[in-house]
């Protein structure tokens, strides 16, 4: 089953006959309200949707969607990029891992430390992978930048974010797998492979007494 898109109003709306400001108003949407999208006009201004069985249309411009959540048997979106992004690595040296580069890109940093994958990633890492499953993000390198975004939850689920403290304001954050009794088991980047030694997207385990919260979407 395809993944229902809904958006929400952030203003008193129009509701359109057509996909144009000119066009007849059957409606408004009231602040808050959420509507289901059954297309999208060709310039992708416009959201179309069922009002009272009949399509109609309202602006883009004063629609936000609304974060999916999937239902805990299925994985959030972003897993299947972050999962396809294991194995990628620092690389020793003057060089530069592209797809570091990449993550870090996704965040507010300069560039000159967006240049080297030397800088702290974990952040840019969860980063883009919301960014690439639609989801905003909170654009920061900092790690405990993520106790702000979303919404916390008591019970951790798979995929959820984990943030975890480092020394007295550092962190880091990755995307939750599963636990033993003193211990959490994430998917994360810019973490040392206990295989390989290198620092790079893989799963490990942090201890739970580091543990800050576990968010999802709001």
């Not at 399509?55 to 994985?75: F, T």
């Not at 390989?196 to 007494?209: A, H, I, N, Q, Y």
Request: hydrophobic share 35%; charged share 25%.
């Amino acid at each position: 089953m395809s993944q229902v898109e809904k958006y929400r109003s952030t203003a008193n709306l129009n509701i359109r006959k057509a996909p144009t400001a000119s066009s007849n108003a059957l409606g408004r949407l009231s602040v808050d309200e959420v509507i289901e999208m059954i297309g999208e006009s060709e310039d992708g201004k416009w959201i179309r949707f069922l009002y009272n069985g009949v399509e109609a249309w309202s602006s883009k411009k004063y629609l936000k969607k609304v974060p999916y959540i999937p239902p805990l048997e299925e994985d959030f979106l972003w897993m299947t990029y972050a999962e396809g992004e294991k194995g990628v690595s620092q690389i020793d040296g003057s060089e530069h891992n592209s797809h570091i580069l990449e993550y870090l890109r996704t965040t507010t940093l300069n560039k000159r430390a967006a240049a080297e994958d030397e800088t702290s990633w974990c952040s840019a890492f969860v980063n883009w992978c919301l960014d690439k499953a639609g989801y905003e993000t909170t654009k920061s390198a900092l790690a405990r930048s993520w106790l702000n975004w979303g919404q916390g939850i008591e019970t951790p689920r798979r995929g959820c974010l984990v943030v975890f403290k480092r020394e007295k304001i550092f962190g880091h954050v990755g995307f939750y797998l599963e636990e033993t009794e003193t211990h959490i088991k994430i998917l994360g980047g810019n973490q040392t492979n206990p295989e390989t030694g290198k620092s790079e997207v893989c799963e490990k385990f942090f201890p739970k007494t580091d543990l800050l919260g576990y968010r999802i979407p709001k």
